[in-house]
């Protein structure tokens, strides 16, 4: 194997030696204080404020009738459909995207940095266009009813589908950024030694993608394990997972026994999911030689790397750019032929009366300012985690670790009616405060924080650190001249997948209540209500919007990359 | 958890937060923090459609001294919903947005304190379903009906459908969209209007026949009208095959209004014969903090300024007698003489019931 030192088992690391211990351990809670008290407040008591409210429903708390509600055969039905589409979806967005994640981070070819920006943006899209724009691909008269005759729109396939275009960017980023930054050396050395191709990349270069590989695994598997638009909309209104299913018993029925027995199933099913990940990887962590991404990507050389990109771009362009295409065609589509008359349109106030008071485009400005101070909540909470959760260390810590994902795994309805029932008295009476809107949205980017930074920094050798105490560091210069640097690049795309999760609109604050300064997504939603061709024109004309303003934000984190010689070392 | 024990978890959590993650956003300015408790603000809480022009919002500042602040909280559904969960301490004065399909449930639940609006008077007797009590105000009234594609109908030389029994006929075979009566407001009313029109023990036969018929069910309005029904712009776009589609009385026009130039004639057309109707009240929310200023809101929802407002921002008709329509609805508009009716009581009763058999009839 290539590993740079020996493996250190885990006990080991659990008991540092005499005398740094203290230190180290005190460094390490004061690092979790901020997350462990964000996620006490923003988390764990909103949500077990109305689960107990919804367990304790008539008084009483009556272990049997969970039981009863948790085994009535539609409700396993659920779970059931839940899980394995869950699961089809993750296999196939990995099958799809491991090749676009190796060409993004190996091959070097012109448009690279817009490719890159462009396979995030059907991740910011929100679910109300996305349906018009997928519908355009599997349905009457799309894509493939083109080509072949073949509509989706009402089976599995429509939802599965649907889903790897919403997570493609998650394993190309997740695992595309550690792959760009591997040693392409090793994967040589194997080669030289007699190793072929495959051999080579399965023996030396899967090994250490595997953290980030089960890490994007898990964010795909916990996003379609509690998919929600996406299943209501291709889905129609046959196929149901858990995450609806309690979005309807609590927002429209406000049927809490029930929904908190589904939210507990949730719970109890993606804590084993988080447990059997935890598991999978503690062991294949380990120090590895990152190089400077600028140096690992070559040009395309022979027919079969040729291949791969043209495939990945078919791939691209049928399955990301096809859906979108279509939104920016339409809103440019009006009744005098095309034109920008609904770009125009946003700029005014709607004269005739009705949806907005001010020109739907101060949506965009509304949209960047929760997005940027989600994205400053996420990285400054999610950043502390991972800088905590760096050395592993004991059960606590790792409980902490899973803590951290379960956001991902609990629905968003539920979040937001426990702000609702928890944070209404001082000195947290936060309920119709704007505030609520980034903090709800850092619950689902902290995560992607997280799970980004943290395989990078474990992967930071151990040696460095210590190097840099005995040369007199202190743990915090240490933290920023050996590890701040080796960050920054995953640093950045967390906080690009921050910025895009709030801009598309995450999470618990479809449920939070707000005052009328509406985000891009909530203006297309509301041009979307209402019948008459200009809504219409305008909302596709602001979803094309959104797109750009995410493209456009994730190419500018694109260019603030590390210094050339910071990756040598 | 008790109050007591919940501020004290509440002081504690916070402390240990400290400032770090707040002051992370604190740069951002632009909110206001926390509620506003009496003074010159009166809070209105509603559900997303809401609107109402500047002007108007205006006019109840310079009669009252109060400002509104709108919170949008969700559907009409999610809404409520809301406010019986934060019941006695709500999010803000006055809650407007509670229909007759879900009236019953927030009365059960002792939502509203009793006031009866000044110029109550004016507002016709059929809309004041708690006429005794005054828990709640009617607002404004609209109808839920079948629309049809006017183009595609003349096209075909085909009669449009005027009643519900003219749905399950075969000439319209395959050309009616309908929402989820489980998700969707008008899928409920939808609903609601056949029971209304074939009885609590009729409407099952009529469901087998419409499904039978090829009646297409989705999950909500916007996918609906926009994506299936061939007469709206987004169905035009995508070549939606559906000329059929439950929306609203006043659809057709406000497709005249958001056409440019607009048309002589609106793309749509109304089923007169498929309509229930919808009465939208408001109530004071008990516990409100500005009792007083909800109490003047309450009163102006009424007036004759807001209620000609309302019209052309909400797409909904007045309940006031002396509240003039405007030149659009009169124009493009139809006259709904008899809508299906169901007492809320019933409604609150069966609703549940109801929605559960209709989805095995229909969807299963």
């Not at chain 1, 008591?45 to 539609?74: E, M, N």
């Not at chain 2, 050309?175 to 939808?190: D, Q, R």
């Not at chain 2, 440019?260 to 408001?282: M, S």
């Not at chain 2, 052309?312 to 030149?327: G, I, Q, R, T, Y």
Request: net charge negative; proline share 6%; aromatic share 8%.
């Amino acid at each position: 194997m290539v590993l740079d030192r020996p493996e250190v088992d885990d006990s080991a690391r659990a008991a540092p030696p005499a005398g740094t211990a203290p230190r180290g351990t005190a460094v390490r809670f004061a690092l979790m204080a901020v997350p462990v008290a964000f996620f006490a407040v923003f988390f764990a008591y909103p949500v077990s404020a109305i689960v107990s409210r919804g367990l304790h429903h008539g008084g009483g708390w009556d272990p049997g009738r969970i039981v009863a509600t948790a085994t009535r055969p539609d409700i396993l039905g659920v779970l059931w459909f839940t899980t394995w589409q869950a699961l089809a979806s993750t296999a196939l967005t990995l099958l799809l995207a491991l090749p676009g994640a190796y060409v993004l981070a190996r091959l070097d070819f012109p448009g690279r940095r817009l490719l890159r920006a462009v396979v995030t943006v059907p991740f910011v899209l929100p679910t109300v266009v996305v349906g018009a724009a997928f519908l355009a691909l599997v349905g009457r008269g799309g894509l493939l009813d083109d080509l072949w005759g073949v509509r989706l729109d009402t089976t599995v396939w429509a939802i599965l589908l649907a889903h790897v275009f919403f997570n493609y960017a998650v394993v190309v980023r997740t695992v595309g950024g550690l792959w760009a930054q591997l040693d392409p050396r090793q994967e040589e050395a194997a080669r030289m030694l007699g190793a072929g191709r495959f051999a080579a990349w399965r023996s030396v270069t899967l090994p250490a993608l595997a953290p980030s590989l089960a890490a994007a695994a898990l964010m795909v598997f916990l996003f379609t394990f509690t998919s929600f638009g996406v299943v209501q909309i291709l889905g129609g209104p046959t196929f149901t997972t858990l995450e609806v299913e309690i979005y309807r018993q609590t927002a429209d029925l406000l049927d809490l026994p029930t929904a908190a027995v589904l939210t507990l199933l949730q719970f109890a099913a993606v804590g084993t999911v988080l447990a059997v990940h935890a598991r999978i990887v503690r062991r294949r962590e380990t120090a590895l030689r990152l190089v400077d991404p600028a140096h690992t990507a070559h040009r395309p050389r022979g027919a079969a790397q040729w291949l791969l990109l043209g495939g990945v771009g078919a791939t691209v362009a049928a399955l990301l750019l096809a859906p979108p295409a279509v939104l920016v065609e339409r809103s440019l589509d009006t009744p005098r032929g095309y034109g920008l008359d609904y770009y125009r349109a946003l700029f005014e106030v709607d004269s005739r009366g009705g949806s907005f008071l001010v020109p739907p485009i101060e949506a965009v400005g509304n949209s960047l300012g929760y997005a940027l101070a989600a994205t400053a909540v996420s990285v400054t909470v999610g950043g502390l985690a991972a800088a905590a959760l760096t050395r592993r260390a004991g059960r606590l810590v790792r409980g902490f670790d899973a803590l951290l994902m379960l956001p991902l795994g609990v629905s968003a309805v539920t979040v937001g009616f426990g702000f609702l029932i928890t944070l209404d008295e001082p000195p947290l009476d936060l309920r119709t405060s704007w505030i609520l809107v980034p903090l709800a949205q850092a619950l689902v980017g902290i995560p992607f924080v997280v799970r980004i930074m943290l395989p990078v920094l474990r992967a930071v050798d151990e040696r460095l650190r210590e190097a840099a105490a005995v040369l007199g560091a202190s743990p915090l210069r240490a933290w920023r001249e050996v590890d701040l640097p080796l960050v920054r690049r995953a640093l950045l795309v967390a906080a690009g997948f921050a910025f895009a999760v709030s801009l598309g609109e995450f999470g618990a604050t479809v449920f939070i209540a707000r005052p009328d300064n509406p985000t891009l997504p909530v203006a297309v939603a509301r041009l979307l209500g209402r019948p008459g061709e200009l809504n219409y024109g305008q909302a596709m004309a602001l979803a094309t919007l959104l797109m750009a303003v995410c493209a456009a934000a994730l190419l500018l984190l694109e260019r603030f990359r590390p210094d050339k010689t910071s990756g040598e070392f | 958890m008790n109050s007591q024990l919940r501020r004290a978890v509440g002081t504690a959590l916070a402390t240990a937060l400290g400032a770090t993650a707040l002051a992370a956003c604190g740069g951002e300015s632009g909110g206001t923090g926390g509620q506003d408790g009496g003074g010159s603000t009166v809070t209105l809480v509603t559900h997303d459609s809401f609107a109402a022009s500047e002007e108007v919002l205006k006019e109840f500042t310079e009669q009252t001294g109060y400002t509104v602040k709108v919170l949008k909280s969700g559907d009409a559904g999610t809404a409520l919903n809301k406010e019986i969960l934060t019941k006695g301490s709500p999010q803000g004065d006055v809650f407007f947005g509670v229909d007759n399909t879900l009236l019953s449930r927030a009365l059960d639940n002792d939502l509203f304190t009793p006031y009866e609006a000044k110029g109550l008077d004016r507002v016709a007797a059929e809309f004041q379903l708690d006429g005794e009590k005054k828990r709640v105000t009617p607002v404004d009234t609209g109808d839920i009906c079948v629309n049809y594609d006017r183009e595609f109908f003349a096209e075909r030389k085909l009669e449009p459908p005027r009643t519900f029994a003219d749905l399950a006929e075969p000439a319209y075979k395959d050309m009616l969209v309908v929402e989820n009566a489980a998700t969707s407001s008008p899928g409920l009313g939808f609903l609601l209007g056949t029971v209304g029109a074939f009885g609590e023990d009729g409407w099952q036969d009529y469901w087998t026949k419409l499904r039978a018929n090829g009646v297409k069910v989705v999950d909500g309005w916007e996918q609906a009208y926009n994506e299936e029904f061939s007469g709206s712009a987004g169905g035009r776009q995508s070549g939606a095959e559906r000329p059929l589609v439950v929306s609203y009385a006043s659809s057709p026009p406000v497709e005249v209004l958001y056409a440019e130039p607009q048309p002589e004639e609106a793309p749509t057309g109304v089923a007169t014969g498929t309509c229930f109707r919808q009465i939208e009240f408001a109530g004071l929310l008990d516990g409100a903090k500005n009792e007083k200023g909800g109490k003047a809101l309450i009163d102006f929802l009424v007036s004759t300024a807001f209620q000609e407002d309302m019209p052309l921002n909400m797409f909904v008709h007045p309940v006031v007698a002396d509240a003039k329509l405007p030149e659009l609805f009169t124009e493009h508009g139809v006259v709904v003489e008899e809508p299906a009716t169901v007492a809320p009581a019933t409604i609150a009763d069966k609703r549940e019931q109801w929605v559960r058999s209709w989805s095995s009839i229909v969807l299963k």
